[in-house]
């Protein structure tokens, strides 16, 4: 079973940035994808960012595209979110996911929860205004 530890939330004032790691407990060979979503309060959850462990895709929801970017180090079996020009609206708990290696994607894939095998307890953001 694999664990997904995150840190780096916290406040921030509106305009500034926060950078979120997640670490998975186990060796990620058999990581097709890791990435982020995250809830608000009253709201539902929504998909963030996802990065294939090969590196070669990155998908953003459009909400966080040229303030948000998504990296790994397949070393440390860690992913970085780094989140810029924060506004008040990206206040949420995020959450770390992966996916497991096998099995056909099509279409959207990343935006869907189902698709993801683990997710990590959450980090607290909170922008203020």
């Known amino acids: 079973q694999v664990q997904l530890v995150e840190s780096g939330g916290g406040l921030v004032q509106a305009g500034g940035s926060l950078r979120l790691s997640c670490t998975a407990s186990?060796?990620?060979?058999?990581?097709?994808?890791m990435g982020w979503f995250r809830q608000a309060p009253g709201k539902e959850r929504e998909f963030v960012v996802a990065?294939?462990?090969?590196?070669?895709?990155?998908y953003y929801a459009d909400s966080v595209k040229g303030r948000f970017t998504i990296s790994k180090d397949t070393v440390k079996n860690t992913v970085y979110l780094q989140m810029n020009v924060l506004r008040p609206e990206d206040t949420a708990l995020y959450y770390c996911?992966?996916?497991?290696?096998?099995?056909?994607?099509?279409?959207?894939?990343?935006?869907?929860?189902?698709?993801?095998?683990?997710w990590g307890q959450g980090t607290q953001v909170t922008v203020s205004s």
């Open positions: 996911v992966a996916d497991r290696a096998g099995g056909v994607r099509s279409g959207r894939w990343y935006e869907r929860e189902l698709e993801y095998d683990y």
């Open positions: 186990e060796g990620t060979s058999r990581t097709y994808a």
């Open positions: 990065i294939t462990w090969s590196g070669v895709y990155a």
